[in-house]
Structure formats: structure tokens, C-alpha cells
């Protein structure tokens, strides 16, 4: 069977000679998409026609029990059971950091392949893992085009006031050293639907975009771009999450690694895996617990997340010059019909947008993958 990563060739994606698409070509599609998680390899199955996931799990114990290659080969033998071929696939995986290098989801060939391992140095915990599992399919499932997610890329074409750091990028090694936002896919996602839900002229133009994830991340878009985003450099900037910090001083860094004698691997651990609601809840507890619940143990924890939430929407509403809508996203979307109407109390009353003044989108991020499959036409947008 010809091995569409060796050739060059994704094998169902568009030929720019005969002008064929994946559509034309295999209108009947599966879609397997793929997610690192923390130690785990999540998975969902997407059978011709779905919008809901057929299979899905996770097969825990990466890096540490078990490979890659056996955690994919495990997935496609759960596939296989339940009746269906694994080998009439189109494979979706997730990738966290994309840099400047994609502006769009695109098809893993060769040379898509060289650019990931170039940006290993910025996201080599990440990265490295990505590559071996594209490297598991092309051995696999060598008739089947894996497609790659950037979360990044929705930032990409943020204005420079927004992206921009203060420091000489010169020092850092070059001009990424910038703001970028880390859950990109969830929020275009949600800003499309927000689009699709009213027509024109009160179509809102104007979105504060929540994507309530464990690490949350708000972004404002304007005529469905972006124009500000919490998230920074690293997803430990912005909003403080389930268990990282979310925005310091840089010279608390310095006190914490002089006190402690900590270094850098020291310092990341303890902020972005012993911080956050965990530190302030004194317990393991997730964003959803603690917007909605009325625990008394959870209170500091509340007030503390709420408020960054409503410094973050000041700012989204100074970046747009107000807003139409506000849209919860994530997994935990759910916990927005509880921070609505309490965020929007403490809004300026002045023109107040159309109602509803928010709404919860609760599409699964596999499921916003697995719909944005079937309108590949050819590897996309890359620049460098």
C-alpha cells in the first residue's frame, strides 16, 4: 500500500493539477481525531456522517507504561471491534503550538513535517510526541492523510499592539517571542456560531469570546478576528487555571528561585501544576466547581477567578469599543449560564448589546475538528 508521507503526496487531499478534493474523492469519510493530553493520548471516533463521537477514551499511562505506538495501536484496535475499518480514515490530531509557521489547520507532509521538528526548541515536551504520532500513522494507516490542528493559529494575525512584548526580541532568539493564545479552535468555533445565530444587520460584530477550559482563556474578536487574548508566550500567562498561576510578577520568579533554590523546572512545576484553584481552594477542584458551586471553601477561589474574568472583559470591551456578545466555550460552557448574568450585572449599562447578551457554545473540541474535516481541499495556509 503506497505510503502517502514518503511520497510527498497526502493521498485524498487536493491534487492542485486535476483539481480533485478529499470530497470528491472519498466522499465517505471517518475521521479518528487525536489529542495529547497529561500523560494520556485522548481519542474520538467519528463515523461517515456523525456529529457525535462513535468511540472515545483515553489510553493513559504515555510516556510513562506505554509508547505512543502502542497507545495508536491500541485505539485502532478498539476501532476495529466495533466493527468499523480502521484503514478509511482521515486522522485529526490536536497540536498545541504552532508558532508563526501555520495559519490554518493543514495536511502533514513531508515538509509541513520538517518545519514541526524545527520549532521543537520552543515546545519540545509537546512537539516531539506530535511528530511520533504522525509517524505512527504514516506506518499504520499509509492510505490515510492525517490533519493537523493548530490552536495557535487563530492568533496568528493579531495586531502588533495586542502580540507585542516590551522587551528586545533579539535576546530571546528571534521575533516568536510574542503573544500567541492557546485555544484557538474553540474560539473560532464559538465566535462562527455566535455569527450564525442572528442576521444581519444585528449579526453581533462584536464577541468576548470565554473558552472555560482548565487553564481558561478569554479572547475579543472583532469581525470574526482577533484582537486580544489573555493567553501570552506560554499558556501560564493570562487567567489563573485549575492548578497553574496565571499572570505574576516576574519578580516573584526571582524570589521564588532564590528562597526555594529553584530552577526552571522547579519554577514551572509549581506554576502551572501547584497553583492556580488548587492552591487557593487548598484542594483539587476544577473551574466548573468553582464558579458554580456555593461552597464557603471555594469562595476565595470564586472571587479571585471571577475577578480576573471581569479585568479581562475591561479589556476586551476598551480593545473593541464595546461588545455585542458574550459566548462560553469549553468543557466547561456549561458553568456560563451561572458567570453570565453575574458578569454582565457588573458591565456598563450604557447600550447595552442585543439579547441574549450571552450564550453557552458546548461543542466538543473533537467534534470541532471532526466537522472542519470534510472542507479540507488542500494543505493550507503556512508561511516560513
Not at 96 to 113: C, D, Q, R, Y
Not at 167 to 192: D, K, M, T
Request: glycine content about 8%; proline content about 8%.
Amino acid at each position: 500500500m503506497r505510503n502517502w508521507l514518503l511520497r510527498g503526496k497526502p493521498i485524498n487531499c487536493c491534487n492542485r493539477n486535476s483539481g480533485t478534493t478529499v470530497r470528491e474523492r472519498n466522499p465517505i469519510m471517518q475521521s479518528l481525531i487525536l489529542k495529547l493530553e497529561t500523560n494520556a493520548l485522548a481519542y474520538g471516533f467519528f463515523p461517515s456522517g456523525k456529529k457525535t463521537a462513535a468511540l472515545q477514551g483515553s489510553i493513559p499511562g504515555i510516556r510513562n507504561d506505554i509508547s505512543l505506538s502502542s497507545a495508536f495501536r491500541q485505539i485502532l484496535k478498539r476501532i476495529e471491534a466495533e466493527g468499523y475499518s480502521s484503514s478509511e480514515n482521515t486522522v485529526g490530531l490536536h497540536v498545541a503550538a504552532g508558532g508563526l509557521n501555520f495559519a490554518s489547520h493543514t495536511v502533514a507532509t513531508p515538509e509541513i513535517i520538517r518545519k514541526l521538528r524545527s520549532r521543537i526548541p520552543a515546545a519540545p515536551m509537546h512537539l516531539p510526541a506530535v511528530l511520533e504520532l504522525i509517524k505512527c500513522a504514516g506506518r499504520d494507516l499509509p492510505s490515510c492523510p492525517v490533519v493537523l490542528f493548530f490552536d495557535t493559529a487563530f492568533f496568528n494575525k493579531l495586531p502588533p499592539r495586542e502580540y507585542l512584548y516590551a522587551i528586545n526580541s533579539e535576546l530571546l532568539q528571534g521575533p516568536e517571542v510574542r503573544r500567541y493564545g492557546y485555544h484557538g479552535l474553540f474560539h473560532q468555533a464559538a465566535a462562527r456560531a455566535v455569527a450564525k445565530s442572528a442576521e444581519p444587520p444585528s449579526r453581533p460584530e462584536k464577541i468576548i469570546s470565554i473558552c472555560l477550559e482548565p487553564h481558561p482563556e478569554m479572547a475579543a474578536i472583532l469581525n470574526g478576528r482577533p484582537v486580544m487574548v489573555s493567553g501570552g508566550a506560554t499558556p501560564l500567562e493570562g487567567l489563573p487555571g485549575q492548578t497553574s498561576c496565571g499572570d505574576i510578577d516576574s519578580g516573584v520568579l526571582l524570589t521564588l528561585a532564590r528562597k526555594e533554590q529553584a530552577g526552571p523546572e522547579q519554577l514551572n512545576q509549581l506554576l502551572s501544576r501547584q497553583s492556580g484553584m488548587l492552591a487557593l481552594a487548598g484542594r483539587p477542584v476544577t473551574i466548573e466547581e468553582v464558579l458554580i458551586s456555593e461552597e464557603q471553601e471555594l469562595a476565595l477561589a470564586r472571587k479571585v477567578l471571577e475577578y480576573r474574568i471581569l479585568l479581562r472583559t475591561g479589556m476586551a470591551l476598551a480593545a473593541m469599543d464595546g461588545f455585542d456578545r458574550i459566548v462560553f466555550s469549553g468543557r466547561y460552557a456549561k458553568a456560563g449560564q451561572t458567570l453570565g448574568p453575574r458578569l454582565l450585572k457588573q458591565l456598563p449599562q450604557n447600550g447595552k448589546p442585543p439579547r441574549p447578551a450571552w450564550q453557552c457554545f458546548e461543542t466538543p473540541l473533537m467534534q470541532i475538528m471532526a466537522e472542519q474535516i470534510p472542507k479540507l481541499r488542500q494543505p493550507a495556509d503556512t508561511t516560513g
